[in-house]
């Protein structure tokens, strides 16, 4: 596929998951979400409400995160959280699977917890991403997750969070990929900043990629 600038802008979620992030970082993310056409903005759940008032057209879709960052939230409580959100204006849910879970290897929780979250957004017609937070995982770890994932079908497998202790890899993506197939697409986040890493992961095999920094990557492409 060739990728242009625009097809770019369309498989970037333009995000801002700071604390600190107060109502004009939002307006600003907002505004710049809907001049670029980025495929959606990224916020904590606060901030969704606030992101509907400033895009009331619906020209840009709104995601948030649930369980973020440390996944270790109940599956009742990330039920919840997504519901909230998808109540308050949200279109994409990326959640935090519950890394202490797989780690112990009980996988019949994560099964679970994947089940009861994917169900409840495509209940309400919302895109389902599941973060696996690779940083923490072992290589069979992430394919006992991916495998999961295949069989479940959420939208999408996520590599990271960005706050953990290491971010997006090509290996990681590829890995993901090769376990999910066709049947589900593959998110990188976590540390992509400019337009190489952007578009290596894209080779890699991801559809879509989160960033901060997605006005910075598209401002990188050379004049037309």
């Not at 979620?13 to 600003?28: F, I, M, P």
């Not at 590829?174 to 589900?184: I, N």
Request: aromatic content about 6%; proline content about 2%; charged content about 30%.
């Amino acid at each position: 596929m060739k990728i242009t600038k625009e097809t770019l802008a369309s498989m970037i979620d333009h995000t801002n998951l700071k604390a600190d992030a107060g109502e004009d970082a939002v307006r600003r993310l907002c505004d710049e979400a809907r001049q670029y056409h980025f495929a959606c903005v990224m916020v904590n759940p606060a901030q969704v409400r606030r992101c509907a008032r400033f895009l009331l057209d619906g020209a840009v879709p709104i995601g948030s995160v649930v369980g973020f960052p440390l996944g270790q939230a109940t599956i009742r409580v990330k039920c919840f959280e997504a519901e909230d959100a998808i109540a308050n204006g949200a279109r994409e849910i990326d959640y935090v699977l519950n890394v202490a879970e797989l780690k112990n290897g009980d996988t019949g929780y994560i099964a679970e917890e994947m089940r009861a979250i994917v169900a409840l957004c495509r209940e309400k017609g919302v895109v389902s991403k599941v973060i696996f937070e690779n940083c923490y995982l072992t290589d069979d770890e992430k394919r006992q997750a991916a495998a999961i994932a295949r069989e479940i079908r959420p939208d999408f497998v996520k590599t990271s969070t960005g706050f953990g202790s290491g971010g997006a890899t090509l290996e990681d993506v590829r890995l993901m990929k090769a376990v999910v197939g066709e049947a589900v697409k593959v998110k990188a986040a976590g540390g992509i900043r400019d337009r190489k890493t952007a578009l290596a992961m894209i080779e890699a095999g991801a559809e879509r990629i989160g960033a901060s920094a997605g006005v910075a990557i598209l401002e990188e492409w050379p004049a037309q």
